[in-house]
């Protein structure tokens, strides 16, 4: 499941991935915030926090998200990816650079740290 993540700065949008993800989760949550954000920016904020709860992504949640990084690939300005998970943060810290854009990782106790990286 992908939540929004409220208390953020105006110009920041968050998602928190809980449980399973599923392709419902992007379509109805994912993509309109970010037709939403992309209408008062023209750049992408973007927090990404992955749950201690976070069990994996359907196959349709893979296929939606290749799909919304080639849709979005140019929009981003800057994304912070926070977890807990070591292979999780390596793996974005391996291909952050494919993304124009900046990228970094954080564990979950660094949220704060993450957010103001991303202000």
Request: a positive charge.
């Amino acid at each position: 499941m992908i939540s929004i993540i409220k208390e953020l700065p105006a110009n920041i949008i968050g998602f928190r991935c809980k449980g399973k993800v599923t392709a419902k989760d992007y379509e109805s949550v994912l993509y309109p915030a970010f037709e939403k954000a992309l209408k008062k920016s023209k750049k992408l904020t973007v927090l990404w926090q992955m749950d201690d709860s976070f069990r994996g992504f359907s196959l349709g949640a893979v296929k939606d998200d290749m799909q919304m990084g080639i849709k979005y690939f140019h929009d981003f300005r800057k994304i912070a990816f926070v977890s807990d998970e070591k292979w999780m943060n390596r793996i974005v810290s391996a291909f952050g650079f494919l993304i124009p854009g900046h990228v970094r990782t954080f564990k979950n106790k660094k949220l704060a740290d993450a957010i103001s990286w991303l202000e």
